[in-house]
């Protein structure tokens, strides 16, 4: 990874996720005065003095607990620990130094790895309160008073990240990186997969629906091409997000699909297709993401020699409103195909980016009207003068023609499918701009 990672850790509700908010300028971490909200390791990009920074909000350490989600949470922050350069370990003055600020920071000295100690919620301006100078008792250096809320003494903690972090560390920009968004209903199996993707456990994996609440990006290299994958909250129907950390869930997969380059939307295969894919598909529609869509859990799925055929008919008509995204059969558990989905986000992630000459695109539509007249309306007949490609991400085509209102939609579709036989375009939806000769 070009830029240096900067841990965030320490205990539960010590405000790490405010701090982590308030470095990187925009509210990518759940904040809640509910402990434990944050689960899994949030990326975020970060810049002080002209240097570029990889922050790491993790979810709070509890050094002794029996919870199976704590105790992930647990593993999730040490290996944060584990990949930082450096790590701010955030404490709060209003709890003073506890048993638990005790053990974390016992744990961030065996790690060997440069620390930055930051005491928060001093909201306060002026002379330090005394408890602010029982933190010297945790033997991890000077402690930099913060205030996450409001700012306050986040430079300084900065000038303190930077110092610890070596000249060398500090390389160029990132190159093209496909983002990749997987997303689809609860306990599909979208952490299995990216954990079987990153060789690790990336994100935390449980029975229980609603596990993972972020979006947790995860960065791959295979074959020369980079990959993001960003995994998301599963999107359930309105009516059962009655959580407000879940309803924050929802907004934050749908930040995903907005900034992902492909939507992978995963399907349960046992459970089979439900109104809610259809739903979360229609979220990567809407924004003109490249899709391709992903049958889960194929291992668990009792078959016969036609059982994958019929499955991918029924599934052609459910979807019926992205006939061109591909649909591929995969076991996370298992691995089973999941090298191929790495061939098919690169083709229809070219296929979303693809760009055809005007000159190309009015031999077509003079073919396509040649063999189907433009429609007519009371004796007048639509006429479409040229088409030329206004953008990528999805493929836009502006027509211009004489009347807006007779290209109907049937004709648009028409034109649409004649494109495709003669590009493919596989993959990625295609969208038309209708323009009346003169319109600006």
């Given at each position: 990874m070009a830029k240096p990672v900067v841990a965030v850790v320490g205990r539960p509700n010590v405000g790490k996720s405010t701090l982590f908010n308030k470095i990187i300028g925009k509210r990518l971490s759940i904040v809640d005065d509910t402990p434990g909200v944050t689960r899994d390791r949030i990326y975020g990009d970060a810049e002080w003095l002209g240097r570029k920074l990889m922050l790491v909000?993790?979810?709070?350490?509890e050094p002794k607990t029996d919870d199976i989600i704590l105790s992930s949470m647990r593993a999730q922050a040490q290996l944060a620990i584990d990949t930082a350069s450096v790590i701010i370990f955030v404490t709060d003055?209003?709890?003073?130094?506890?048993?638990?600020?005790?053990?974390?920071?016992?744990?961030?000295?065996?790690?060997?790895?440069p620390i930055v100690l930051c005491v928060n919620k001093c909201d306060k301006i002026g002379e330090m309160p005394a408890e602010f100078y029982e933190f010297y008792n945790l033997g991890i250096g000077d402690p930099i008073a913060v205030s996450s809320v409001h700012g306050t003494g986040t430079g300084d903690l900065l000038d303190a990240v930077i110092e610890?972090?070596?000249?060398?560390?500090?390389?160029?920009?990132?190159?093209?990186?496909i983002n990749v968004?997987?997303?689809?209903?609860?306990?599909?199996?979208?952490?299995?997969?990216?954990?079987?993707?990153?060789?690790?456990?990336?994100?935390?994996?449980?029975?229980?629906?609603?596990?993972?609440?972020?979006?947790?990006?995860?960065?791959?290299?295979?074959?020369?091409?980079?990959?993001?994958?960003?995994?998301?909250?599963?999107?359930?129907?309105?009516?059962?997000?009655?959580?407000?950390?879940?309803?924050?869930?929802?907004?934050?997969a749908k930040m995903a699909v907005?900034?992902?380059?492909?939507?992978?939307?995963?399907?349960?295969?046992?459970?089979?297709?439900?109104?809610?894919?259809?739903?979360?598909?229609?979220?990567?529609?809407?924004?003109?993401?490249?899709?391709?869509?992903?049958?889960?859990?194929?291992?668990?799925?009792?078959?016969?020699?036609?059982?994958?055929?019929?499955?991918?008919?029924?599934?052609?008509?459910d979807f019926s409103f992205?006939?061109?995204?591909?649909?591929?059969?995969?076991?996370?558990?298992?691995?089973?195909?999941?090298?191929?989905?790495?061939?098919?986000?690169?083709?229809?992630?070219e296929q979303n980016t693809m760009r055809i000459?005007?000159?190309?695109?009015?031999?077509?539509?003079?073919?396509?009207?040649?063999?189907?007249?433009?429609?007519?309306?009371?004796?007048?007949?639509?006429?479409?003068?040229?088409?030329?490609?206004?953008?990528?991400?999805p493929p836009t085509f502006v027509c211009f023609c004489n009347r807006a209102d007779l290209f109907h939609f049937s004709y648009q579709r028409y034109l649409e499918n004649q494109i495709r036989s003669t590009f493919g375009l596989e993959g990625t939806p295609v969208r038309f701009v209708i323009r009346e000769r003169g319109d600006k």
């Amino acid at each position: 990874m070009a830029k240096p990672v900067v841990a965030v850790v320490g205990r539960p509700n010590v405000g790490k996720s405010t701090l982590f908010n308030k470095i990187i300028g925009k509210r990518l971490s759940i904040v809640d005065d509910t402990p434990g909200v944050t689960r899994d390791r949030i990326y975020g990009d970060a810049e002080w003095l002209g240097r570029k920074l990889m922050l790491v909000d993790t979810g709070g350490i509890e050094p002794k607990t029996d919870d199976i989600i704590l105790s992930s949470m647990r593993a999730q922050a040490q290996l944060a620990i584990d990949t930082a350069s450096v790590i701010i370990f955030v404490t709060d003055i209003k709890s003073g130094v506890t048993a638990a600020d005790e053990d974390v920071a016992a744990m961030l000295r065996r790690s060997g790895k440069p620390i930055v100690l930051c005491v928060n919620k001093c909201d306060k301006i002026g002379e330090m309160p005394a408890e602010f100078y029982e933190f010297y008792n945790l033997g991890i250096g000077d402690p930099i008073a913060v205030s996450s809320v409001h700012g306050t003494g986040t430079g300084d903690l900065l000038d303190a990240v930077i110092e610890n972090i070596p000249i060398e560390e500090f390389e160029g920009e990132e190159e093209d990186i496909i983002n990749v968004a997987v997303i689809g209903k609860p306990n599909a199996g979208k952490s299995s997969l990216i954990n079987n993707i990153a060789g690790e456990e990336r994100s935390i994996v449980s029975n229980i629906a609603g596990t993972t609440r972020d979006a947790i990006d995860t960065r791959i290299d295979r074959e020369g091409v980079k990959y993001n994958f960003i995994d998301t909250a599963g999107l359930r129907r309105k009516s059962k997000v009655e959580d407000k950390i879940e309803k924050y869930s929802v907004l934050r997969a749908k930040m995903a699909v907005e900034r992902a380059d492909v939507c992978v939307i995963m399907i349960d295969g046992v459970d089979g297709f439900t109104e809610q894919d259809s739903k979360v598909a229609g979220l990567a529609l809407d924004e003109g993401k490249a899709c391709i869509i992903v049958v889960n859990k194929w291992d668990a799925v009792e078959k016969d020699g036609t059982t994958m055929d019929s499955y991918r008919k029924n599934l052609m008509k459910d979807f019926s409103f992205m006939p061109y995204a591909p649909i591929l059969f995969i076991s996370a558990k298992t691995g089973q195909r999941v090298e191929r989905l790495f061939e098919l986000i690169k083709y229809v992630y070219e296929q979303n980016t693809m760009r055809i000459s005007t000159g190309m695109l009015n031999d077509i539509l003079a073919d396509a009207t040649a063999r189907v007249q433009p429609p007519t309306d009371k004796g007048k007949r639509l006429k479409i003068y040229y088409m030329t490609q206004a953008s990528t991400k999805p493929p836009t085509f502006v027509c211009f023609c004489n009347r807006a209102d007779l290209f109907h939609f049937s004709y648009q579709r028409y034109l649409e499918n004649q494109i495709r036989s003669t590009f493919g375009l596989e993959g990625t939806p295609v969208r038309f701009v209708i323009r009346e000769r003169g319109d600006k």
